[in-house]
């Protein structure tokens, strides 16, 4: 039992009545995909108003009893986080960033009207998880264990106001490498349906962004695309971001542009790590808005040399070929292009423990 930085919440660690077997384990070890392998145990740490939070527990991981008046189920007050450990060189794991992760936790908290979670509270919760399920580990190339921390409104009330209940968890999930070669590059159709609006969410990391996204990405696939592109609400001109990745665009002049944080896109952590790193390397990073219009014709003068995505669960991806209703064009060569793959290697070396971590990035579990 950990003591974590409020000296009154201490974890309950509850037994498993029935653990995974190694075998059964091993089995879905051996290629688990994406967010379909899900390892044994969980937090779950409860929050009353006037009580704060307590009761703090990692327990086995068993379906939650909901009332069916609970406020998630009717006005969605959800909100989520998502990284990974990883695999360090000596055999230990490491989170990346993760005081990054609990800082924006509470800024969607804050959006969507539910209390803070003290930042330490949140990564005691995932040493507490990966501790547990340390076992659940894919040594697999490229694996790592994803960790799922959400909020979710339980109260039993549908009356439309902030709830007075919640309940914090963090899941973990086995992951394999995102694309397993290398990555490919995408092709990505341009969504006449917008993410988010001034003023609206998109700068939280809330499930309802997600929910009014999956028809725009379903649109996508259905037209033989990867990964949808949202332009911004008001002139649809703009470009924000991917359902769940933000952008760069790289110039052949050595600089580079992504979209600015005005409000309506995720404030990445790994689109803030790579624009450390780029201007560490001496290039010029602009956070400034860029058109289709630009993009499309910056691609066929060859001023644009390359346009990655980057997020948590793919670290960068190439972005090779956009359409949209106007027709489409291809970025660079349409395949991974150099700046992409230099900076992907040296944030992935820096994960994994290969690099030396400068910036006190690598938080280590043990
Ligand atoms: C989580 C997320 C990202 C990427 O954020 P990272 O911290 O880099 O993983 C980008 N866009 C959206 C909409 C997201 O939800």
Redesign the pocket.
Known sequence: MATIADPDLRFTSLPHPTPTSAEARDAALADPGFGKVFSDHMVVIEWDEGRGWHDATIGPRVPIALDPAAAVLHYAQEIF???KAYRQQDGGLALFRPS??AA?FNQSAERLAMPALPPALFIESIRQLVAADRDWFPDVEGGSLYLRPFMIATEAFLGVRPAKQYKFLVIASPAGNYFKSGAPAVSIWVSEYT?AAPGGT?AA?CGG??AA?LVPQAEAIARGHDQVVFLDAAEHKWIE??????LYFAFADGSLITPPLTGT?????????IMQLAREEGLEVREERYSLDQWRDDAASGRLVETFA????AVVTPVGKVCGRDGEFTVGSGGPGQLTQRLKARLVAIQRGEAADEHGWVMRLD
């Open positions: 986080e998502g990284l990054a992760n924006r993410r998109g990391k962004n997600y996204s971001e991917l359902g769940g990745m933000n896109i995720l404030p990445g952590i790994t689109r803030d790590s980057c997020g948590t669960a």
